[in-house]
């Protein structure tokens, strides 16, 4: 079973801004919360990366609350272009691979 | 970010033979390699971990003789769907992981096999 529990999917406008949370109630102690984005027929992207506090890249910002059982991926000023789906991860570091990907949270931009 | 390059994006083929998908790291080096096979609208499951110069670890239910896979080099993992069939068409995805990337996973642009 996956660590991660996100929304099926979620609708949003251009220009607004998103934010995706993950529940991840089990989280372990050496466990980091990576997001990645999906576009069909491609494989998917990585975005961004947080253990615990804020992190903050070009291209999106990750809560994560002090409890970290729960993280949000906030991507500003959203475009078509964002139409994707979005994985919340949950991994040891030293054991990335063996991350269980949930069904991920499909994200549409409409005009 | 690192740069995985996978080839070909795209293959049909007949049933019974064999289809090679090459994933190749581009600016690193990657001792290990993963593989992952996605069906439409699923999430992706990893099938197999690649090691360099031994052979690879197949999670359970994955058949190894079915799904050859080869690390000869730290660039170059190689895997073969031998003998395909049309329950074999799927979505196959490779990653691979630089060191110092706190395991930051890079994945290729994925091979969609389609088995006639």
């Known amino acids: 079973l996956a660590k991660t529990t996100q929304p099926i999917s979620m609708d949003s406008y251009e220009g607004q801004e998103v934010n995706i949370t993950c529940s991840h109630n089990n989280i372990a102690t050496n466990d980091y919360i990576t997001w990645y984005q999906q576009f069909p027929s491609q494989g998917p992207r990585f975005i961004i990366q947080g253990y615990k506090t804020k992190v903050t890249n070009e291209v999106a910002s990750l809560f994560i609350p002090a409890d970290r059982k729960s993280s949000t991926l906030s991507l500003p000023r959203v475009s078509l272009s964002d139409t994707a789906v979005y994985y919340c991860?949950?991994?040891?570091?030293?054991?990335?691979?063996?991350?269980?990907w949930g069904a991920g949270t499909k994200l549409i931009i409409k005009p | 970010g690192a740069v995985v390059s996978q080839h070909p994006s795209r293959v049909i083929c007949k049933s019974g033979t064999s289809v090679k998908i090459e994933c190749r790291s581009l600016d690193f080096q990657a001792t290990t390699m993963f593989w992952y096979r996605q069906f439409p609208k699923k999430s992706l499951m990893l099938m197999a971990t690649?090691?360099?110069?031994?052979?690879?670890?197949?999670e359970q239910g994955v058949e190894k003789d079915k799904f050859l896979i080869n690390h000869a080099s730290l660039t170059l993992s190689t895997l073969t769907v031998t003998s395909a069939h049309p329950e074999d068409s799927s979505f196959y995805i490779c990653?691979?992981?630089?060191?110092?990337?706190?395991?930051?996973?890079?994945f290729g642009s994925g091979t969609q096999l389609s088995v006639l």
């Open positions: 991860l949950v991994g040891d570091r030293d054991s990335n691979y063996q991350l269980i």
């Open positions: 990653s691979a992981s630089p060191r110092g990337s706190n395991e930051k996973l890079f």
């Open positions: 690649s090691n360099e110069g031994s052979k690879a670890t197949y």
